[in-house]
């Protein structure tokens, strides 16, 4: 850090994540200052710096500034714990420097007040954001807290004691397990379902907890088009993670290698449990708080994206999030890691990114965007070990838009990708052999009524070729 890079900084003027004071401003300043940026996405403070411009006034004494700084950071509830300030000269002029981590785990008062960064100046946080950052940085947990108007009859019984007997618990009966496990709490006296326990085992989850489920779209193209395949996904979160599993299986692009001895072997666009991973992480991980969003995988031909609502939860950011560890939901993932979704001490980042580099793919992207933080597999140029993708008529079980069955989509890639220029009825019953020969026929016989193929040769000698265009 040098004096070029701090003009650099004042020249942008004020912002959400940079603010500057006097030497003569009050301790009570500097403390509402560090308040509000420690409520937000953290900054850094400028202390000998004055006026709207950002002018260079310097202090008087370091070592005292520093001193005020730290009784700001004392006065303020709970204490904000900051690394040193650091003293940087400008034109001979000394300026503190007070850096505001990113991140931190509270939620910070001055003198009973809250506050927050606006554009450029401090403003109160409403009792909405108080809420709202609390759960973000697990000051509180929402999913510990009874859902509105639900009761025990309003749990699948039979789920909770299947999870019961899952983990061989010797407390007793499935309530005494959701009990101790968080999933159910006493209000007044009488038992009540938490959202976590109506998330996990409840008969009707999302008429508690909104916008708790997934979106899942297969898109045609590498933009959202009209052209989809779509699945809204509901339900308790483990039925939630199965589901969309079979979406995954279901809509995930199979690369098909034909070997000279006809053997076919299929690879995914991108390594299932890498894509998994991601759901269970969104399932798991999500702010339940937000109603109006819930987490939306799609599949785009050249990538994969899963978004889910809430920023990354206390201490974790994009910079640190293959090594930090913070849960916002620790009773749903203590539960997901009993039924065996989930590695309960980890985010499973490490392991994305690992299958990603394993199959010589590019790694994950990962961003955050205002409410919610967002995932992106790429593609790359073609399939590890495989051969090239086939030609853009052979997309996603369509052929020139016309639609294919499995079946129909390997003969085609034979054909374009392989290079062959034919097919039998018997070359196609070899990567199918537990397909019925009639099945067989019909199936390139469709190809020849839909006009993609054309039929050559009589009876036992016939075969088949691509039809030109």
């Known amino acids: 850090m040098n004096g070029d890079q701090i003009q650099t900084w004042i020249k942008t003027g004020r912002s959400q994540r940079l603010d500057w004071l006097a030497d003569s401003a009050p301790v009570e300043s500097i403390a509402q200052m560090l308040t509000a940026l420690a409520n937000g996405a953290g900054g850094r403070l400028l202390i000998g710096v004055a006026g709207p411009a950002g002018t260079i006034v310097g202090v008087r004494d370091s070592a005292l500034t520093i001193d005020r700084v730290i009784q700001a950071s004392m006065a303020i509830h709970p204490q904000l714990v900051l690394p040193l300030p650091q003293i940087v000269a400008i034109k001979e002029k000394p300026v503190v420097i007070v850096q505001v981590p990113e991140g931190l785990p509270g939620v910070y008062a001055f003198d009973g007040r809250f506050l927050k960064r606006g554009e450029s100046d401090n403003i109160p946080l409403t009792l909405t954001d108080m809420r709202r950052l609390s759960f973000e940085r697990g000051a509180m ?93 509901g339900g308790t979160l483990p039925d939630q993670i199965r589901r969309a599993e079979t979406f995954l299986l279901d809509h995930l692009r199979k690369d098909v290698a034909l070997g000279k001895s006809m053997a076919r072997r299929e690879y995914l666009e991108y390594p299932f449990e890498a894509a998994r991973e991601l759901v269970v992480n969104a399932v798991a991980h999500r702010d339940y708080s937000i109603a109006g969003d819930g987490i939306r995988l799609y599949l785009f031909a050249n ?167």
Request: glycine share 8%; charged share 25%.
């Open 303 to 469: 990538r994969l994206e899963v978004s889910s609502p809430g920023m990354l939860p206390g201490p974790v950011t994009i910079e640190n999030i293959r090594e930090a560890r913070f849960s916002r939901n620790p009773v749903i993932v203590q539960v997901l890691s009993d039924m065996g979704f989930i590695e309960r001490l980890g985010y499973g980042v490490d392991r994305v990114i690992m299958l990603m580099e394993e199959t010589h793919l590019p790694a994950p992207e990962f961003s955050e965007h205002v409410g919610g933080f967002h995932v992106k597999l790429h593609r790359g140029a073609t399939m590890p070990d495989a051969p090239l993708s086939p030609p853009d008529e052979v997309v996603d079980k369509h052929y020139r838009g016309v639609p294919l069955n499995p079946r129909q989509e390997a003969a085609l890639l034979y054909l374009t990708r392989e290079g062959h220029p034919r097919i039998t009825n018997s070359s196609l019953q070899l990567l199918f052999p537990d397909v019925h020969a009639e099945t067989i026929r019909r199936d390139l016989s469709d190809l020849v009524t839909k006009d993609i193929l054309e039929k050559r040769g009589e009876k036992r000698g016939s075969y088949y070729v691509l039809k030109s265009l």
């Open 141 to 233: 947990q929402f999913e510990t807290e009874p859902a509105d108007d639900a009761a025990l009859s309003d749990i699948d019984w039979g789920k909770a004691r299947a999870y019961a007997a899952l983990i061989k618990s010797n407390e007793g009966d499935a309530e005494k397990v959701l009990l101790r496990r968080g999933c159910l709490t006493r209000v007044n006296g009488t038992l009540r379902p938490t959202h976590a326990g109506i998330l996990l085992f409840g008969n009707e989850p999302q008429a508690f907890v909104r916008s708790a489920d997934i979106t899942a779209v297969r898109f045609a193209g590498e933009i959202m088009s009209d052209r989809f395949t779509r699945a809204d996904i």
